[in-house]
Nanobody, 123 residues
Framework: QVRLVESGGGLVQAGGSLRLSCVAS????????MAWFRQAPGKEREFVAALRAYYPDSVKGRFTISRDNAKNTLYLQMNSLKPEDTAVYYC?????????????????????WGQGTQVTVSS
């Protein structure tokens, strides 16, 4: 059974940094696709970052995704945080490889999700 557990969220002032972690268990093989999404109150869940360095313009240059295969952990380094980055951040995984980059951006593409970690950026 696949399980994703996020941590590292918290309260930070604008301009600060946080690093989120997502420990994955139960994922087998090397062709898994993983990403970070976020959801602010009253808004839809939106794509934030995927391995292979895919980022939306809203976070490009400020957020960096990485993975430590030995620790089965996915990271999201967030720098120069802004109040509009406030959201619950989710780790997502698909047990396979996407055939097109557009699949990375769609939340419906992923079949496993973590419980989320809250990030709050104060102005």
């Amino acid at each position: 059974q696949v399980r994703l557990v996020e941590s590292g969220g918290g309260l930070v002032q604008a301009g600060g940094s946080l690093r989120l972690s997502c420990v994955a268990s139960g994922l087998t093989g090397s062709s898994n696709s993983m990403a970070w999404f976020r959801q602010a109150p009253g808004k839809e869940r939106e794509f934030v970052a995927a391995l292979r360095a895919y980022y939306p313009d809203s976070v490009k240059g400020r957020f960096t995704i990485s993975r430590d295969n030995a620790k089965n952990t996915l990271y999201l380094q967030m720098n120069s945080l802004k109040p509009e980055d406030t959201a619950v951040y989710y780790c997502a995984a698909y047990t396979g490889a996407f055939s097109s980059v557009t699949y990375y951006y769609r939340r419906q593409s992923y079949n496993y999700w973590g419980q989320g970690t809250q990030v709050t950026v104060s102005s």
